[in-house]
């Protein structure tokens, strides 16, 4: 990552050296508006100058996938956020960033009716810090932070896909574990975005054939946008024994890893959402429950500090913006 700021004497000259050099962003100093904020705000929250010296712990990002609404990504996401949470402690601070449809079901699941979202954190980007978060996002009283979409419309479509991608970048280095709920989000675009940040990508999909053929359809549609679908595996929901179909069958179909199978809970699911838990807290030794811990374990959820401090430009953009 790269700023180059010109004046429009200099403008030609220097746009042209500077795409030799690999800059991707130019601040007009002779028509300075808020468009340079913006860009400087995005280039912080890449984290790197062209040192390549990481600026501090960079989250992982965990992006949980609905093959199509009502498959259950909402609840395995929350799930998860909960056992992650609870498996490391304070210190090891979980988001889960609530981007599923229909919009905030995952903040509704917790009980959670904080109205601050990803537009305003967005419009924030420059000012998220330690106490910006403590006192501006939405936070479950087992210690993990939430941040829902919009929830109206004219509202949703301000969000570009740059700003949200900047605004991860930004939040993975006060988070260890971000948990991305993008179950049922219909713009495939989005969705691509987001699981081009993923460090894991679950696919949710059950046993029935419309679920399968909705799970291939956007598979084939993220692999046209340049996602390696690769990277995905296959959380199999609503398994059921009698079925005689488990995850290894359906990611074979699917051309994707298996990962596991959750057994097929909805009234426990119900009852525990009706008491505004999830089940991993309502019945912890659930088969359910189980599962969700042995995926969580799976996953090397925490990565390493960073020892490096920022340096060069963007260290001391950092340190001139704070000041």
Do not use: C
């Amino acid at each position: 990552m790269a700023l180059v700021a010109v004046g429009n004497s200099a403008v030609a000259d220097s746009v042209l050296a500077a795409l030799r050099s690999g800059v991707r962003d130019f601040i007009d100093l002779d028509n300075a508006d808020g468009d340079a904020v913006n860009i400087i705000s995005r280039a912080l929250a890449s984290g790197n100058d062209n040192g390549g010296h990481a600026s501090q712990t960079r989250g992982k990002v965990v992006a949980v996938l609905g093959a199509r609404a009502g498959v259950g990504a909402s609840t395995v996401a929350v799930n998860l956020s909960l056992r992650a949470q609870r498996a490391y402690g304070a210190t090891a601070r979980v988001m889960l960033l609530d981007f599923g449809i229909p919009i905030a079901d995952a903040s509704l699941y917790l009980n959670q009716k904080k109205e601050f979202d990803l537009l305003q954190a967005i419009n924030s980007l420059s000012r998220i810090d330690e106490t910006f978060i403590a006192s501006a996002f939405a936070s479950h009283p087992t210690g993990f932070s939430l941040l829902p979409m919009p929830t109206q419309p004219d509202r949703l479509r301000q969000i570009s896909y740059d700003d949200a991608v900047a605004l991860i970048g930004a939040l993975r280095r006060f988070f260890p574990t971000l948990v991305a709920d993008l179950g049922g989000f219909a713009d495939l675009d989005f969705v691509a975005a987001m699981v081009r940040q993923a460090d894991e990508v679950l696919l949710i999909s059950d046993p029935s054939v419309g679920s399968i053929v909705s799970a291939r359809s956007l598979l084939q549609g993220l692999a046209e946008r340049g996602v390696i679908v690769g990277k995905i595996r296959l959380l199999l929901n609503k398994y059921d024994e009698a079925l005689a179909l488990n995850a290894g069958d359906v990611g074979k179909r699917l051309g994707v890893a298996a990962l596991s199978e959750l057994p097929h809970r909805h009234v426990a699911i119900l009852q525990a959402l009706n008491q505004g838990k999830a089940l991993v807290e309502a019945s912890p030794d659930d088969l359910f429950s189980q599962t969700i811990d042995s995926v969580v374990r799976q996953f090397d959820w925490l990565p390493a500090e960073a020892s490096v401090k920022p340096k060069g430009l963007v260290g001391g953009l950092r340190n001139l913006i704070r000041r």
